[in-house]
């Protein structure tokens, strides 16, 4: 037995040979993983950076990806459990080791000599004879290492590495500041009268937590499945406004401690970035992450989003009219407040459409609409879903493989519920690249997660999760990303499924698939109503559709706000300036937003996306990457204006293989007009969003 064979069978990281067991992992594992791995890899890189002749994809793209991919998915295990499985124990180990990646990741990104050999092979004759997913490995890779401070004198380049690590260690906090926000509250209440207006099932689940705090009563929590319907139902309005305050308030200066406040940790933040882009010699960090998406400058993201601004407001208004006059005649609520809108949104919907969405909630049972997803899928792109088995890290987790002519190409997780520990939202996260070994192809693997209510226990019989419409088109996005990643057949792991595509175009795939949720002939196949097991009903079906676009102008205003509020930040904010991160958002509202949220309400001290998610300078992304998937799926409702339906095996072939399978192995625009032969046009995203001339 070799040593790396005994130090894999000792420790679980260090295994590559199979799925990941979840099972056995430990805390313990990871820093002397994390070691070992770190080691070998920078065994390798110093192997490479003595001198080559010539420089060749073989004798040192692959020997450098293959080290560094081993470490890549260790560290993704880690990184995922301390997503979903958050422990003192596992986010010590997580924050001890990861300065350690981040120095050898900035280290990497420096190395004059692993740069000057990725020049010589984009100079070498041999450069024109390589496949054009290499060709654009090698591109990207000098991109990178430009961006990554290769070519900087000795000093800033250090300064440049302290800047990554102190970054990587403020996001993290961020991040933990309000996971542990989230988790430490608690709103107990204890006669059910308060509760008028409260769905069944949400009563149902606040009751099953407080039994397991061996309480009497009620518990609420800042978990999305738990306060939103206070929100959106509750009669109550002194517990709206409670529940509103406690969500809008959390990790800020207003929040419960004083040590989870991620005031300072945002400013830091910008102040790095802003002193990062400067390093590079770019004006700002906007221009710094531009360079490698669509959009060149942050003038023309500013454009775009001022120009849908301006084409929203006049619905907004209009929906801000609605619920205002709706409001005071049938509620008799002279003035609106930030923790009505849902509540009277909904009340609105269902006295103009005559269904609420606790009623449609009865026809979205989890396992009808996870088999209708597959159903879907499998009709679309000609592969089989079934279920497998793997080590899992709780036992909610399900595990799926998918096959095309009785061979697998990919398997994924799905981790749906809400539970304390996890962080909350939505994701796919890449568990495994695909890439070929030899002769061998390695399949992809996904992280697909979600934080949607968990099944009930009513009378000790277990009901399953019932999702609301909006839950099943997060999960349909979601497995969106997951499709991009696991349905590619590129075997270049550099850009396999979503890696090197363009940050503000990968959410085409995943806004492409909301669409479906919305198409008669697939709900028919993804509902079934709780007790009686009949679908969904055509009358309301076609209530929904009425409803559909309902709201739409505050809801596109309110993306745009946020998008601008990213991009100001990184454009032109000064963090060291006398105007406050407080003062520029309001400042932005002023110009977009037509509601204005109360002055304590801090937003920003939870918006992951940008402090701690990647989006920064680009969560305008949503929108950008919403004109091209809702024009893809136009050609999806073309083909069934001659077919009859919109599940087109054809179409969903052609868009598998110029957008899906090719990953970013070539320019998204260029993928794009090879699906639907021009370039794209925001006009399909206005009619789907009804915001067009009447």
């Known amino acids: 037995m070799t040593s790396t064979t005994s130090a894999a069978s000792a420790n679980p990281l260090l295994d590559f040979s199979g799925l990941a ?4 992992i430990k805390p313990a594992h990871i820093t ?6 770190l080691e070998q890899a920078q065994a390798v890189v110093t192997q490479l950076e003595a001198p080559l002749a010539p420089v060749t994809w073989q004798n040192f793209v692959d020997p ?3 080290a560094t991919e081993k470490l890549g998915r260790a560290w993704g295990i880690v990184s995922h459990l301390n997503a979903v499985v958050d422990t003192p124990e596992l986010r010590a180990a997580y924050n001890e080791n990861q300065p350690k990646l981040i120095e050898f990741w900035t280290a990497l990104a420096q190395n004059l000599a692993l740069f000057d050999k990725y020049k010589a092979i984009k100079n070498s004759a041999d450069f024109s004879t390589l496949s054009a997913a290499r060709q654009k490995i090698v591109d990207n890779a000098l991109r990178d290492f430009r961006l990554g401070g290769a070519e900087l004198a000795d000093a800033p380049k250090a300064r440049f590495a302290e800047i990554q690590e102190q970054h990587a260690a403020l996001t993290t906090k961020f991040s933990e500041n309000i996971l542990d926000a989230t988790n430490a509250y608690g709103l107990w ?10 769905p069944d099932d949400v009563k149902q689940a606040a009751r099953a937590a407080a039994e397991r705090d061996d309480k009497p009563g009620f518990k609420f929590t800042l978990h999305f499945p738990s306060y939103f319907p206070i929100l959106q139902y509750a009669d109550n309005r002194a517990l709206r406004e409670t529940v509103y305050r406690a969500n809008t308030t959390k990790a800020s200066d207003l929040g419960e401690k004083p040590e989870w406040d991620n005031s300072g940790n945002i400013v830091e933040i910008l102040r790095l970035r802003n002193e990062e882009a400067k390093l590079l010699d770019f004006h700002n960090y906007a221009e710094l992450s531009l360079v490698p998406k669509m959009a060149q400058t942050p003038q023309e993201v500013i454009g775009f989003l001022e120009d849908l601004g301006r084409r929203a407001r006049p619905f907004a208004e209009q929906d801000l009219a609605e619920l205002r006059a709706f409001a005071k005649q049938h509620l008799g609520l002279e003035a609106l407040e930030a923790w009505d809108f849902a509540y009277v949104a909904e009340k609105l919907r269902e006295q103009r459409y005559a269904f609420s969405e606790q009623e449609v909630k009865q026809y979205f049972p989890e396992p009808k609409v996870v088999n209708g997803l597959f159903h879907l899928v499998q009709q679309l792109f000609s592969v089989d879903i079934t279920a497998d088995q793997a080590p899992v890290w709780h036992p909610d987790v399900k595990f799926f493989r998918i096959q095309k002519d009785g061979k697998l190409i990919g398997q994924f997780y799905l981790d ?8 909350g939202g939505a994701w796919m996260d890449d568990a495994r690249a695909r890439r070929r070994l030899g002769d061998q192809i390695q399949t992809p693997i996904a992280y697909l997660t979600c934080n949607f209510t968990a099944p009930s226990v009513v009378d000790g019989k277990t009901k399953p999760a019932l999702f609301t419409h909006d839950e099943v088109i997060t999960l349909f996005h979601e497995f969106g990303h997951g499709l991009h990643h696991m349905l590619t057949q590129v075997d270049e792991i550099g850009v396999s499924g979503i890696s090197g595509v363009e940050w503000d175009a990968v959410e ?3 806004q492409f698939m909301e669409n479906f949720c919305w198409e008669w002939d697939v709900l028919q196949y993804l509902t079934a109503e709780a007790e009686s097991g009949q679908p969904l009903p055509r009358a309301l079906f076609d209530k929904m559709i009425a409803a559909k676009n309902f709201q739409s102008g505050l809801q596109t205003l309110r993306q745009v706000e946020f998008s601008l509020f990213d991009m100001r930040l990184h454009d032109d904010y000064d963090p060291y300036g006398s105007q406050t ?3 520029l958002i309001d400042q932005v509202r002023a110009k ?11 937003f920003q001290h939870a918006f992951s996306h940008i402090f701690a998610g990647g989006y920064a300078a680009g969560y305008y992304s949503y929108k950008w990457a919403e004109v091209l998937s809702a024009d893809a799926y136009s050609a999806f409702e073309e083909a069934a204006a001659g077919s009859g339906n919109v599940v087109s095996a054809a179409t969903g072939k052609k868009f598998q293989d110029e957008i899906l399978a090719v990953g970013g192995s070539r320019p998204a625009l260029e993928s794009f007009k090879a699906f639907r032969g021009r370039e794209p046009s925001i006009d399909a995203l206005l009619r789907h969003s009804g915001m067009v001339a009447a």
């Open 64 to 66: 450098l990806e293959s």
């Open 508 to 510: 085409l795939p995943s």
């Open 581 to 583: 991160v407080q003062q």
């Open 189 to 198: 209440i204890s006669d059910e009268a308060e509760l008028a207006g409260l």
């Open 32 to 37: 002397p993983a994390v070691q070992t791995l």
């Open 592 to 602: 977009i937003a037509v509601i204005h949220p109360p002055s304590f309400n801090r």
């Open 416 to 423: 749906l519920y809400a539970r304390n520990g996890k962080r």
């Open 21 to 24: 067991q979840f099972d056995v």
